[in-house]
């Protein structure tokens, strides 16, 4: 009984999860299932900001992450933790998108309490809560990083084949 965990490496020997390269894919493609659980909470227009908020940030985190391994073959993406924020600055010069958010003081902003409240949230010292236009920009965010990756990694899909598709939110 119990929940088995089992190091890539160990699971796949030859699926290159011990470079950087495999853990990129690796953290996009969990960022797309945090990403689908958010779209799911959203959809269900649940309120449960307590869940949603630290699950959108998750998602945005993993996507960074997955782009940094992907173009850094010597970064160690443990030493970042959760510090989004520090991530995009590290990384501005070599992925635009990071100068871009850290160009928008709203999206900077958006990204630091997401850091925030996820690390102030599993110590139970705060309540989370979101105006609809600042989870909807989160959302965005997070597509647009996974644009990024998939035009990096070379492959083409239209919004629509992503499991959160800005566009059929529902409006506040």
Same mark, same amino acid.
């Given at each position: 009984?119990?929940i088995?965990? /089992?190091?890539?490496?160990?699971?796949?020997?030859?699926? &290159? +999860?011990n470079? @950087?390269k495999?853990? #990129?894919?690796?953290? %996009? #493609?969990? &960022?797309?299932?945090y990403?689908?659980? #958010? @779209?799911l909470?959203?959809?269900?227009?649940?309120?449960i %900001?307590?869940?949603l908020?630290?699950?959108?940030?998750?998602?945005?985190? *993993?996507?960074m992450?997955?782009? /940094?391994?992907?173009?850094? =073959?010597?970064?160690d993406c443990?030493?970042?933790?959760?510090?989004?924020?520090? /991530? *995009?600055? !590290?990384?501005?010069?070599?992925?635009? /998108?990071?100068?871009s958010?850290?160009?928008?003081?709203e999206?900077?902003?958006?990204?630091?309490?997401?850091? $925030?409240?996820y690390?102030? *949230?599993k %110590? =139970?010292?705060?309540?989370?809560y =979101?105006? %609809?236009?600042?989870?909807k920009?989160? +959302?965005t965010i997070?597509?647009?990083?996974?644009?990024?990756?998939?035009?990096?990694?070379? $492959?083409?899909? =239209?919004s629509? !084949?992503?499991?959160?598709?800005?566009?059929?939110l529902? @409006?506040?």
């Open positions: 009984m119990g088995k965990i /089992i190091p890539l490496e160990e699971a796949y020997p030859d699926g &290159g +999860f470079q @950087n495999g853990k #990129s894919s690796n953290f %996009y #493609s969990a &960022g797309l299932e990403l689908m659980v #958010s @779209n909470l959203l959809e269900k227009r649940l309120g %900001y307590n869940v908020l630290p699950t959108i940030h998750q998602a945005i985190e *993993l996507f992450k997955a782009l /940094i391994a992907r173009i850094d =073959s010597n970064v443990k030493k970042y933790r959760h510090d989004t924020i520090e /991530i *995009l600055k !590290d990384y501005q010069n070599e992925i635009p /998108i990071f100068a958010i850290l160009a928008n003081p999206r900077k902003e958006l990204i630091k309490q997401l850091k $925030i409240g690390l102030q *949230l %110590y =139970s010292e705060v309540f989370l =979101s105006h %609809y236009d600042d989870i920009l989160c +959302f997070a597509e647009e990083l996974v644009d990024v990756y998939q035009k990096l990694i070379g $492959i083409s899909k =239209s629509h !084949d992503l499991p959160n598709n800005i566009s059929n529902p @409006n506040d």
